[in-house]
């Protein structure tokens, strides 16, 4: 099951829940369930704080794949290289696109 939780301006705590036919351990496939349903309540709406969990946690099992997403087993493959650069070299090793900061010239 995949949390989305988001907690408004006025201190309101909404949350929204999804379950997924298979489990799951890549970031990737969290993300992309937890995107329509912050589309869905944004609506204009600005949030103080946005987060995103998982439960019913199982014992890991490979990656199947996904018939209707055939791009998901490179993502999958990608982000464990990801996670293993991280691991050897710091965490600022590899970056996403929207984690990347510029700094300023001196």
């Known amino acids: 099951m995949v949390t989305l939780k988001l907690k408004t301006k006025q201190f309101e705590t909404i949350t929204r829940r999804r379950s997924l036919p298979q489990p799951v351990q890549l970031a990737d496939v969290i993300f992309r369930t937890c ?36 791009l998901a087993l490179k993502r999958g493959v990608a982000e464990r290289a990801s996670d293993a650069a991280r691991a050897k070299f710091g965490k600022d090793a590899v970056v996403t696109g929207r984690g990347l900061r510029l700094k300023k010239p001196e």
């Open 35 to 70: 995107e329509p349903l912050l589309e869905k309540e944004a609506n204009g709406r600005k949030f103080r704080l946005i987060g995103a969990g998982i439960s019913g946690l199982s014992d890991p099992v490979g990656d199947s794949g996904d018939l209707l997403d055939p």
